[in-house]
């Protein structure tokens, strides 16, 4: 008999084994490398035809043994036929002997030896297993240059597939009936510890792995010995080092361990590795977070792959989720999202006991889930989310609990982490997409649909109350509805899960035709739609209420919530939410995002949402828009509508459709819409000017018929379509219909057809009209002007100088106030339109000038090339040199700047029709008791004034105060709000001028107006951000605005601060001392004060000077006493973001604020600073804050001790003093016993010194002197003069009439009477 086969620790360890008895060990090896090559072939196909020729067990021959241990050893010496040879020698014969292990069974000990079978077993697999270690470590160990592998692969042998063969021969040997082959069900340790050990090692390189064939054959391996051999502790220990080390075999192990499981129906190996991860401790996972996130991935993939086994063992990972790893926490959620959508599908199987407890199984999980949505982790927030959206998809939430989850998905839109509003955002539209009410949510249908079903229920409750139980046996069918396709709406109640197709159209049972309502089925069929109804109607409602926090999301600064909330409002607008329209109305801003992908956010949106396939439907949603917006939302609109064009998504057919809706071509088509549609045509005017050339009749005749008088507006958009059109367009309706355009623009003017709210923007419009068409605007601007004043005066040819120039400033009783203020509007416009045309035709001779000089450059240097420089050239290189060029530009510019001034101020006054005007105008404002009047006219007078003063400096200078004394004291908050805007424009024009003002243009931020303070702050942010004007010592005010009660005012000036810090080097730093030094000395709260501060110190990033406001805020200690200060001061400190740097500086200005420490509230922030501190702080310094720390403690601690002393002290002393005065009272009774009817009558007691305390007896005729020590106020001094005189400070005593008694003198009364002190001298009194 043979001797055993034994595993060694190595295959060297056969050679060295402690030669024992009846072990199986190498007698005379080989020495392969001293063999020639064609001796080592010989060798090789020896031992290979003794292997092929011999039994398959004549392997355990010493012989064959040693042979074969000496080629497997110096296999990598071999030719790669030689090793083929031997491979495929090896392998072939265990293939053999497989099968022969089955036919052990049928066979008698005596002519099969068992022992044999198993040592032939052990040595094959042994050898094989040996080969391809070496293999795999030489491989490892080289580096093969791509060349050399190109030369490798034409001379060498496939050794790839081979490998994965010897594997696969291996997994089928372990899963063959070992156990008669070992006697045991448990096969040699050694033998399965050689098996797994090699296993393992191969999953470490990566590179098998992405063999699928070597990969299922290891799982097969691991899995066998694992399971079936029971191998499972050690396997385990194996797997959980790999999974911790190794990011790229989790998903393999995964593969191995559900393998396992399914095969052998023995899920031992995945509870143990369950378990094991459950034992862990959880701190260990915090410091250990690669294998925090490689175990979480095994987790969730065996939930994915075996999720009824990890739902019966989930109680052992749920304490994890105390943790602080918040990794293990987003696996274990993304665990049990896995398992509610796996582990529960047949759940309405089985028996009811079981039925129960998974059901309360499934419960636990999702209140898990739902109690996780408030982790503290943001991270694990929004992996909750997601696994909800999972869940949605996989309709895994049951109508009972999908309002819950709507709620927390609406609740985390306000999370404070972006990528948790994200989750929540993504959660909200994947609900909406499979909610089970239906494609269509209105609030209204689903509540007048559901107060008649349940009517219905009240009808049918008495008749079918008895058959209650019946109906509900009955019900299992689809639950259709006659005339309503509601056919899943029932079933969906029924079921714990929800299919998409649920309610799909639940919209069909909204439009009920008559009070009847279809019938439905039984009671309990009723029941369920009435409450799937009502939960429909709670989720319109949630999705709903989002609609605010959705438009704040617009706003973020994040582009992912900007981008997800524009998908969630598309989603919504398409289940018809209420209010969702209106929010994506107010995305349109967001095109002039910076942004780029925002801006495509939005494009994609409004492409999406208004552009439809049919022209007509695209032409009708883009005049609803123009029809409905305000003027920001028009500008984006234009600029959308111009993108669009140039990409050509709005084609030809559409602006015919809009040309169509503007000519009332289309049916039912209202004057709204015709005005909207011209709005459009406009829009698309801006990029393609020829659009409206087409139809310049059609503008006149319907802008300016018939149709203007239903739509006033229609006149003014009418007017926008003439100032679009293009050059070729202008000089063909000048040459066609001149004298009627410009007398219908005159007539809308200067005539009153149009209501007085529409006419200041059509006469508006109409005058930018007619000084962009006409080729003279000045001379008909002039007629416009005098028909204007006639129809005031009511006189035509009035001499208006006369009229106007009155002494007292008052107007003719027959003029009209509305007239007045037209007229006033007319003479500023044309004003600032002739500024216009003036800086215009200033522009278009500069262009011509260049162009000219450019061909004339051109055309010398042709004439120049092979001849002579001409004399024209000669010239103008003298003219050049002389500067008689830089004279030309200097007199041009001194013939516009004349043109300017002309306009108000230049000329004489009786030639000067705007200036007579203005002279006008002046008094007129200046007329206060009549403006009070007339509220109307004087904020037309007012804007009148202002555009006068934009246009001429000396006119601005002289009524600058008259503005501001206006801005200050007007009455309307119109007139304000005018002028407050009015400022901003003449600080831009006159920056000079308006310097000397700045303090009173920041005194419109405390306007009692809410309006007004808005457009101060907008005002004084674009002057600030523009850098045209400075930040004075006033910024304070703006900051206060931080906290206004408006929000909207709030939000602008939080923008204004936002977009400062951004400038150079963050001015907020600079302004930040003054900032404090100011608002401590105003009437703030102590909230405003900190949310201010705080958000100012919040805007400064960078540490350097953070490090220099420690240094500043200390200094700033010594310079004040007020407690208030101090609190501020130091409540600044605790808000700064402390560096290493400046938690030393800290420390080292001690000295600075060692006084005020003395303070609790003080002391409360000093602990916060520390407290952050020692978070970042290394070893070092976090000793010195420690230490710091407790010094600051005991200097706390002993300036209240000081404190206390000196209030004991003090307190002392007034005791002392009472009887001290009392002392000498009586001495003074005793001096003066004599005169003791005097004392009555005139009620004084004198001591024995000059010094006398006067103590009026209030009518009585008796006084005695009270002393009380316990009299709340009352005090009594003693106190030593310089010259030894004696001063005596007593209250004054109400007396209740007691007699005094002589010979009861040293006895003390208390009395509870009002006291008066009388004193000569004022002591500091106790605190």
């Known amino acids: 008999m043979a001797p055993h086969f034994v595993f060694p620790r190595a295959l060297e360890d056969l050679e060295h084994e402690g030669h024992e008895d009846n072990i199986l060990y190498v007698h005379n090896p080989v020495n392969i490398a001293s063999l020639v090559s064609s001796q080592l072939e010989e ?170 064939d070597v990969k299922d054959a290891l799982c097969r391996i691991i899995g066998a010995c694992s399971t079936k051999y029971h191998y499972t502790a050690q396997s385990c220990a194996s797997i959980m080092h790999l999974v911790h080390k190794y990011d790229f075999v989790v998903t393999h192990m995964a593969d191995a361990v559900a393998g396992a499981e399914k095969k052998y129906a023995d899920g031992s190996l995945a509870t143990s590795l369950v378990r094991e991860i459950g034992r862990t401790n959880p701190k260990d996972y915090v410091k250990d977070t690669v294998g925090a996130e490689n175990v979480g991935r095994f987790l969730v993939d065996l939930a994915d792959r075996i999720p009824k086994l990890i739902s019966a063992n989930i109680g052992i990972l749920v304490p994890h989720f105390g943790g602080e790893s918040y990794k293990i926490r987003n696996a274990l959620v993304a665990v049990l999202g896995k398992l509610i959508a796996k582990a529960f599908k047949d759940v309405d199987g089985g028996e009811v006991s079981s039925k129960s407890i998974r059901l309360r199984t499934k419960q636990a999980m999702l209140e898990i889930l739902l109690e996780r949505c408030r982790d503290v982790s943001a991270y694990t927030r929004s992996r909750v989310l997601q696994v909800w959206a999972e869940l949605c998809e996989e309709h895994s939430i049951s109508i009972g609990l999908w309002n819950e989850v709507v709620e927390v998905a609406a609740g985390r839109l306000e999370d404070k982490s972006a990528m948790v509003r994200k989750s929540a955002l993504n959660l909200l539209i994947m609900m909406l997409q499979h909610n089970p009410f239906g494609p269509q949510l209105r609030l209204a249908s689903f509540e007048a649909t559901l107060d008649q079903y349940k009517k219905k229920l009240k009808e049918l409750e008495p008749s079918e109350g008895e058959e209650r139980s019946s109906d509900a046996d009955i019900f299992n069918g689809d639950g259709e509805v006659h005339n309503l396709n509601c056919e899943t709406v029932v079933k969906g109640l029924q079921h714990d899960s929800l299919t998409d197709s649920c309610l799909s159209q639940s919209e069909d049972v909204i439009p009920l035709q008559n009070s009847s309502v279809p019938d439905v089925g039984n009671l309990e069929q009723t029941r369920a739609l009435v ?65 780029k992908s925002i801006y495509e956010a939005v494009e994609s949106a409004f492409h999406t949402i208004y552009i439809r396939k049919s022209p007509i439907e695209t032409a009708s949603n883009l005049l609803c828009l123009a029809t409905d917006s305000n003027i920001g939302d028009l500008a984006a609109l234009e600029f959308i509508v111009g993108a669009l064009v140039s990409k050509g998504d709005i084609s030809s057919s559409t602006i015919s459709a809009l040309w169509d809706f503007f000519c009332f071509n289309v049916g039912g088509t209202t004057a709204e819409q015709s005005r909207g549609a011209l709005s459009v045509l406009c829009m698309i005017a801006k990029t393609s000017t020829s659009v409206l050339g087409s139809h310049l009749q059609d503008i006149i005749d319907i802008g300016f018929g018939r149709w203007s008088k239903v739509d006033p507006l229609l006149a003014r958009t009418a007017c926008l379509a003439f100032q679009r059109l293009s050059e070729d367009d202008k000089k063909k309706l000048l040459a066609s219909s001149s004298v009627r355009i410009f007398g219908i623009l005159e007539s809308l003017i200067t005539g009153f057809w149009l209501p007085a709210n529409i006419w200041f923007a059509a006469a508006d419009k109409a005058i930018d009209a007619i000084y962009a068409i006409h080729p003279t605007p000045e001379t008909i601007a002039a007629d416009m002007i005098k028909k ?16 106007i120039d009155t002494s007292s400033g008052s107007m003719p009783l027959t003029v009209q106030v509305a007239k007045l203020s037209r007229c006033l509007f007319i003479i500023s416009h044309i004003a600032m339109n002739q500024l216009v045309y003036i800086e215009s035709c200033a522009r278009k001779i500069q262009k011509q000038k260049l162009t000219k000089e450019k061909k004339d450059s051109e055309n010398q240097s042709i004439d120049s090339n092979g001849t002579v420089p001409s004399g024209t050239q000669k010239d103008n290189d003298i003219n050049a040199e002389l500067g008689f060029a830089a004279s030309e530009d200097a007199a041009l510019d001194a013939l516009f700047e004349k043109a300017e001034k002309e306009i108000v101020s230049g000329g004489s006054n009786e030639n000067n029709l705007i200036g007579v005007c203005a002279t006008f105008m002046s008094k007129l404002c200046r007329n206060f008791g009549l403006m009070q009047k007339y509220p109307e006219l004087q904020a037309s007078a007012m804007l009148a004034l202002c555009r006068l003063m934009i246009i001429d400096a000396d006119f601005c200078d002289a009524n600058l105060q008259l503005l501001f004394t206006v801005v200050e004291s007007a009455h309307s908050e119109i007139v304000r709000s005018n002028c407050t805007i009015a400022l901003g424009d003449l600080a831009v024009r006159f920056p000079n001028l308006l310097e000397p003002w700045t303090e009173n243009m920041y005194a419109r931020l405390k306007d009692p107006c809410g309006s007004v303070r808005k457009n101060a702050v907008l005002v004084l942010s674009h002057l600030i951000l523009n850098d045209m004007m400075k930040v004075k010592g006033y910024i304070n005010e703006m900051a206060v605005r931080l906290e206004d009660e408006d929000e909207r005012i709030s939000n602008l000036a939080k923008l204004f601060f936002i977009e400062l810090s951004k400038k150079g080097n963050n001015p907020i730093y600079n302004l930040l001392p003054d900032i404090l030094s100011k608002l401590s000395q105003q ?67 001690f000295k600075t604020y060692e006084h005020v420490l003395s303070e609790d509230s003080v002391m409360d922030h000093f602990r916060n600073i520390l407290s952050k501190g020692k978070k970042f702080a290394k070893l070092e310094l976090k000793v010195c804050i420690e230490e710091f720390e407790d010094k600051l403690n005991k200097f706390h601690m002993d300036k209240k001790e000081q404190e206390d002393t000196a209030r004991n002290a003090q307190i002392h002393q007034q005791k002392v003093g009472s009887s001290q005065g009392f002392n000498v009272a009586i001495n003074s009774e005793d001096h003066s016993e004599s005169n003791s009817a005097s004392d009555e009558t005139e009620g004084e007691v004198i001591d024995d010194c000059t010094e006398e305390v006067t103590l009026p007896l209030n009518g009585k005729s008796e006084s005695e002197l009270v002393v009380s020590e316990a009299h709340s106020g009352a005090s009594s001094e003693l106190t030593e003069l310089e010259q030894g005189d004696i001063e005596i400070q007593s209250p004054q005593v109400k007396t209740r009439g007691v007699q005094r008694s002589r010979t009861k003198k040293s006895n003390v009364k208390h009395e509870k009477g009002d006291n008066i002190s009388v004193t000569k001298r004022v002591i500091r009194s106790r605190r």
């Open 788 to 803: 204007s004043l006639s129809s005031v005066c009511n006189n035509d040819g009035v001499n208006v100088q006369s009229d």
């Open 1083 to 1149: 009437n703030l709260s102590k909230d405003s004060f900190c949310n201010i501060m705080q958000f100012l110190i919040a805007s400064i990033k960078k540490d350097r000077q953070m490090e220099a406001l420690v240094e500043k805020l200390c200094h700033r200690f010594s310079g004040v006493t007020d407690v208030r200060q101090w609190e501020y001061i130091s409540y600044c400190l605790s808000q700064l973001s402390f560096t290493e740097k400046g938690m030393k500086k800290l420390i080292e200005l």
């Open 43 to 212: 060798f090789v196909k020896g031992v290979s035809f003794d292997l092929s020729d011999k039994e398959i067990l004549c392997v355990e021959e010493q012989d064959v043994f040693d042979r074969v241990y000496s080629l497997v050893r110096a296999f990598a010496l071999l030719s790669p036929s030689s090793k083929l040879n031997l491979l495929e020698t090896l392998r072939s014969n265990l293939t053999v002997l497989l099968p022969n292990v089955d036919s052990l069974s049928r066979a008698s000990d005596d002519h099969v030896p068992l022992a044999s079978h198993r040592n032939a077993f052990k040595i094959y697999t042994f050898f094989l297993l040996n080969i391809l270690a070496q293999h795999s470590n030489n491989v490892a160990s080289k580096v093969v240059p791509p060349s050399a592998r190109k030369k490798q692969a034409v001379n060498s042998w496939n050794w790839e597939a081979q490998r994965a063969r010897i594997l696969n021969l291996i997994a089928n040997s372990l899963e063959i009936n070992l156990e008669l082959l070992f006697g045991s069900p448990d096969l040699d340790e050694s033998y399965l510890s050689f098996i797994t050990k090699n296993a393992f090692s191969m999953f470490e390189d990566v590179t098998l792995l992405k063999d699928s």
């Open 531 to 595: 409450a799937s109804l009502e939960a429909g109607l709670r989720f319109s409602k949630c999705i709903g209420a989002t609609m605010p926090t959705l438009v704040q999301l617009m706003a973020s600064s994040s582009a992912t919530d900007v981008e997800n909330t524009i998908l969630l409002l598309m989603r919504c607008k398409q289940f018809q939410i209420d209010g969702s329209e209106e929010c994506l109305r107010k995305m349109l801003p967001l095109v002039f995002s910076q942004d």
